[in-house]
Antibody, heavy 119, light 107 residues
Framework: QVQLVESGGGVVQPGGSLRLSCASSGIRFTDFGMHWVRQAPGKGLEWVAYIRYDGTETKYAASVQGRFTISRDRNTLYAQMSSLRPEDTAMYYC??????????????WGRGTLVIVSS | DIQMTQSPSSLSASIGDRVTITCRASQSISSHLSWYQQKPGTAPKLLIY???SLQSGVPSRFTGSGSGTEFTLTISSLQPEDFATYYC?????????FGQGTKVDIQ
């Protein structure tokens, strides 16, 4: 079954750290770039980070630059989040990257894992 | 950074209506735009990529058009399962930002 499954969310205090995982199945994970996208409660989608299929390139939103690190291994995507702030509270989705004629888009999404930053 | 602005932010429509959502980029992004549908409590679903290419399995009542800075998503005849929030998304270069969303609900 083709799917992405996120885990690792939870409640963390401001200034704390958390590591999210996104496990893949049914796909050749190492063939695809991957992204993290988040959605604060009741708000819209916010792109967070991207990693190239081979892990040699990463990109970050300004809001998380220097605090979040995206990484991957053979079957799993990670997001190491540190110095967490209340505004990082959100559902975090991983998404598969496709690139067609220069247009990057996300064709496969996980169900998300919820991160709550609160004291 | 390029800003993506959708209009309207919300709309009310009836079954069978033709619905059009607009997305404007603050600078040209060529045809590097995609559209997603999201229903409450679920992950977004890809509808359109490359501004006008229909994702496999998506009904043909959904069409995308535009290039440069102005894009539209049109639902030709609104169905009950189409009530959702729709997002445009720039796919040209990072940051790969989204529009703020357009909520389509029942009139």
């Amino acid at each position: 079954q083709v799917q992405l499954v996120e885990s690792g969310g939870g409640v963390v205090q401001p200034g704390g750290s958390l590591r999210l995982s996104c496990a893949s199945s049914g796909i050749r994970f190492t063939d695809f770039g991957m992204h993290w996208v988040r959605q604060a409660p009741g708000k819209g989608l916010e792109w967070v980070a991207y990693i190239r299929y081979d892990g040699t390139e990463t990109k970050y939103a300004a809001s998380v630059q220097g605090r979040f690190t995206i990484s991957r291994d053979r079957n799993t995507l990670y997001a190491q989040m540190s110095s967490l702030r209340p505004e990082d509270t959100a559902m975090y989705y991983c998404a598969r990257d496709l690139l067609t004629s220069g247009c990057r888009y996300f064709d496969l999404w996980g169900r998300g894992t919820l991160v709550i930053v609160s004291s | 950074d390029i800003q993506m602005t959708q209009s309207p932010s919300s709309l009310s429509a009836s079954i069978g209506d033709r619905v059009t959502i607009t997305c404007r980029a603050s600078q040209s992004i060529s045809s590097h735009l995609s559209w997603y549908q999201q229903k409450p409590g679920t992950a977004p679903k890809l509808l359109i990529y490359g501004a006008s290419s229909l994702q496999s399995g998506v009904p043909s009542r959904f069409t995308g058009s535009g290039s440069g800075t102005e894009f539209t998503l049109t639902i030709s005849s609104l169905q009950p399962e189409d009530f959702a929030t729709y997002y445009c998304h720039r796919g040209d270069s990072a940051p790969y930002s989204f529009g703020q969303g357009t909520k389509v609900d029942i009139q």
